[in-house]
């Protein structure tokens, strides 16, 4: 029984908002509008006539006053106001002024209007809040039930498995992602997501010679591939930190410099894919000569290939009017701009004699934006990466044997086009968005969308097995599932369900209170984007929150594959 008290409520704020729109479809027009003045101009010169006749009638006499009256009345009620086309006959007022009485009566009926419209208002919060107690109320009923149906499928699965049908997930023809979407794409995306943000907001307030804003997406790109890697990368610069950006022009500020993370992402993923990495990721100790080489072939080489895109935003920046984010050093950036702007007139003296003026201005001029990128760019990368690196080793080590060792993370999907066409349907809006706003640039929006393109058909001659890959896929869930098992139900560091219903709680009151306490908000984009801003803020925390239990759950689980079997152990075994 108290499962429907929830829905009840519910159920009553949702009839009581279709009463009301009923109501307002079917009233009358206000007694303000034209129409209801007419009504009532109608209205009371008919009283009138009525009176002036009754007046008239009981006299017995036809006194002239009475007919005179009755004349005025009969006159009134049929003069017609032309001012007011295709409306048909409306009454004029004819005579003297209403009296003391009248204008006491219209003030009456004025007030009583008023009461009924805050009656009404009333009426409408009671049946809001009513509405948003049984939606929260009936919150938990859903969960419950989604719990019930989600136990149901998993027992008829297992059911199946038992009796040795195959299900869909392991078809050969199945749709399915190489990666397994709660334990692994979810974790890791979000994750990577979240610590481009922290890594950019310390670079923007702890102004250095450092960026650091891919440190995230180097870490999606070591473990999940280059398209998740290209991903992360959209979603932090084109989408995260452009809506949390606290200055203005965030659409020519931060937006373009997610092809540069795009870029990023896609170069480390497909670094990352060499089975030469594999085995030095799986070497409990590398060499000094192996970790050079990664540091050069990631961090140098990968920063020298991101510089050359880099440029070209930087000179639709400028051509837009805007400068750089201030997250670098003021003194390291005058300092290396001063030292090439000196090379443009040579380089265009150089370059001249082959091409146009402007050509060669233009020319020169993004060269030696490459070169300042290059030196920015070096130091930067490598540091990302390397960041990336200890992460995955520290904090993920289950991550790093399953995706990373056993090389799971170059499988391609079934079909081979999935895992890319997921980053162009994101990709899509963010370039006409782009498009849209400054059209003049469209080749260089378009480059992504162009690139992302080639290489995916360029996947589709990668063919290993799907029964492979759906074999692996279900060791590595095997694998989180009993890393999980490990942590106690009750463990400090689970962030538990009270937690994520207060989150759910609070998030959903202040969106629907905060049009109510200030106009400015009513639904407007000042409204999005603080209402974006408060979910990250509330949402935050918990990602932080399991983030860190799985990070602690994935270190027990290897330990505890490390430790050796106690002899008392193995007694009792024997």
């Not at 090389?407 to 963010?430: E, H, Q, V």
């Not at 538990?496 to 009151?509: D, E, K």
Request: proline share 6%.
């Amino acid at each position: 029984m108290r499962y429907l008290i929830p829905w009840v409520l519910l159920l009553a704020g949702v009839l009581g908002g279709c009463a009301k729109q009923e109501s307002a479809d079917t009233a009358g027009p206000p007694a303000g509008s034209a129409q209801g003045a007419g009504a009532a101009a109608h209205t009371s010169v008919g009283q009138q006539a009525a009176g002036a006749r009754a007046g008239a009638a009981s006299a017995n006499t036809g006194g002239s006053s009475a007919t005179h009256a009755a004349s005025n009345a009969s006159a009134a009620l049929h003069a017609v106001d032309p001012a007011v086309p295709g409306r048909g006959p409306v009454p004029r007022r004819v005579g003297p002024a209403r009296s003391g009485a009248a204008s006491g009566g219209g003030s009456d009926s004025s007030r009583t209007q008023e009461v009924r419209r805050d009656t009404a208002t009333a009426t409408d919060f009671i049946k809001m809040i009513a509405a948003i107690a049984g939606f929260i109320g009936a919150i938990p009923t859903l969960g419950k039930h989604a719990r019930q149906l989600r136990t149901w499928w998993r027992r008829r699965q297992d059911i199946k498995r038992a009796a040795g049908k195959v299900t869909r997930l392991h078809s050969p023809t199945s749709l399915f992602s190489t990666f397994l979407f709660r334990d692994e794409v979810l974790v890791i995306v979000t994750g990577a997501v979240l610590l481009n943000y922290v890594c950019s907001v310390f670079a923007r307030n702890l102004t250095s010679i450092l960026f650091l804003d891919m440190t995230g997406t180097a870490l999606a790109a070591l473990l999940l591939g280059p398209w998740y890697g290209a991903m992360v990368g959209l979603l932090s610069n084109g989408i995260v930190n452009w809506i949390l950006y606290p200055g203005p022009n965030g659409d020519a500020v931060i937006a373009p410099w997610a092809i540069v993370n795009i870029c990023g992402g896609l170069l480390w993923g497909y670094f990352g894919r060499s089975k030469a990495f594999s085995q030095f990721m799986a070497k409990p100790t590398g060499t000094i000569a192996d970790q050079v080489y990664y540091l050069l072939k990631f961090g140098v080489f990968g920063a020298v290939l991101m510089a050359f895109p880099g440029a070209a935003v930087q000179m639709v920046q400028q051509a837009l009017g805007h400068q750089d984010p201030a997250f670098l050093d003021k003194g390291y950036s005058s300092a290396l701009d001063s030292f090439l702007s000196g090379c443009v007139v040579s380089l265009r003296a150089l370059i001249m004699p082959f091409f146009s003026e402007q050509t060669a201005v233009s020319l020169a001029t993004y060269l030696i934006g490459c070169l300042q990128n290059i030196a920015k760019y070096v130091p930067d990368k490598t540091l990302s990466f390397a960041i990336a690196l200890v992460i995955v080793k520290a904090a993920f080590p289950l991550f790093e044997r399953e995706l990373v060792h056993s090389r799971a993370n170059t499988l391609p999907s079934r079909p081979k086009w999935l895992d890319g066409m997921f980053f162009l349907m994101l990709l899509i809006p963010f370039t006409l968005a782009l498009v849209i706003l400054h059209a003049q640039y469209w080749p260089l929006w378009i480059t992504p969308m162009a690139v992302g393109l080639v290489l995916l058909c360029a996947d589709m001659f990668r063919r290993p097995s799907a029964v492979d890959m759906a074999r692996r896929k279900e060791d590595r869930r095997a694998s989180y599932q009993r890393a999980r098992d490990m942590l106690p139900r009750d463990a400090a560091i689970r962030p538990g369900q009270a937690l994520l219903m207060a989150c759910l709680i609070t998030s959903l009151l202040f969106l629907l209170v905060l049009p109510f306490i200030s106009p400015n908000y009513h639904f407007n984009i000042d409204y999005f984007h603080v209402a974006f801003n408060f979910l990250c803020l509330v949402y935050g925390f918990p990602l932080v929150m399991h983030l860190y239990s799985v990070a602690v759950s994935q270190n027990v689980a290897i330990l505890s594959a490390k430790e050796p079997v106690p002899e008392k152990d193995l007694a009792k075994t024997a």
